[in-house]
């Protein structure tokens, strides 16, 4: 059975319809800990009725003694610092969910760049941790202004003519031929983070053909 999955970190918590919509139509719902209060104020506007995440995890440090007493039940306290609380949340889903499962971050980005730029970084540690594609599991960070997900290899996307596509490697040595947007990315050298942002789709599929099996981030408006 394929689930749904939403994770909420502490970042900007979204106000625009489809985020939001995520969020309500959850299967499952893990919220770190330093969101909580956040998501506790907005459950009634989403839900209209009490509607509490199955887990909240972290290290609790963030999490104020009377919510962690009252909602001892569903408290997941992981203590190493070694991951941030996005991944520990990411990795109780993958060893709890199991199976096909579509899984949105939201609160991933906004507030503050530093945490923005490690948790959007992380999608491609999890692409490297996990088979995601056997397991059946797409991952992405969903955000007010656009989705950001991982791939390890040529890909195919229907995301429609006029849509605002950004690629991110850290991989010098790879190279993607593209088809379906307006500026190639066939002779870009993946050096500095800026070289291929910025495109633009022309056609309804955007193909992008890896070099060798790597890891790359697309971001779409």
């Known amino acids: 059975m394929h689930r749904n999955v939403v994770i909420i970190c502490n970042g900007e918590f979204p106000k625009t319809e489809y985020p939001l919509y995520l969020v309500a139509s959850a299967d499952i719902l893990v919220c770190c800990d330093g969101a ?27 999490l104020p003694e009377k ?11 992981v203590d190493e610092q070694e991951y941030n609380d996005q991944t520990k949340a990411f990795r109780w889903v993958m060893d709890n969910v199991g199976g096909p499962c579509s899984i949105s971050i939201i ?12 948790n959007v970084s ?3 540690e999890y692409a490297r941790m996990y088979d995601l594609e056997s397991l059946g599991a797409d991952v992405r ?11 390890t290899d040529t890909f195919e996307m229907e995301c429609g003519p006029g849509r605002r596509v950004s690629i991110f490697s ?11 947007l307006e500026y190639k990315t066939d002779g870009v050298v993946f050096d ?14 955007v193909r992008l053909e890896f070099s060798h099996k790597s890891i790359a981030l697309i971001m779409l408006d």
Not at 170 to 180: A, E, Q, V
Not at 192 to 205: P, R, Y
């Open 36 to 62: 909580f209060e956040k998501y506790l104020s907005e459950m009634e506007g989403i839900f209209h009725r009490k509607r509490l995440p199955e887990v909240v995890i972290g290290d609790l440090d963030s």
């Open 67 to 77: 919510l962690r007493m009252e909602y001892k039940d569903i408290i997941v306290k």
């Open 107 to 118: 609160g991933a980005t906004g507030l503050r760049e530093d945490h923005t730029i490690g």
């Open 122 to 124: 992380l999608l491609m």
């Open 141 to 151: 960070i969903v955000s007010d202004y656009g989705t950001i997900f991982a791939i």
């Open 170 to 180: 850290p991989d010098n040595s790879l190279n993607i031929k593209s088809t379906g």
């Open 192 to 205: 500095n983070w800026w070289k291929a942002t910025l495109n633009k789709s022309t056609q309804d599929k």
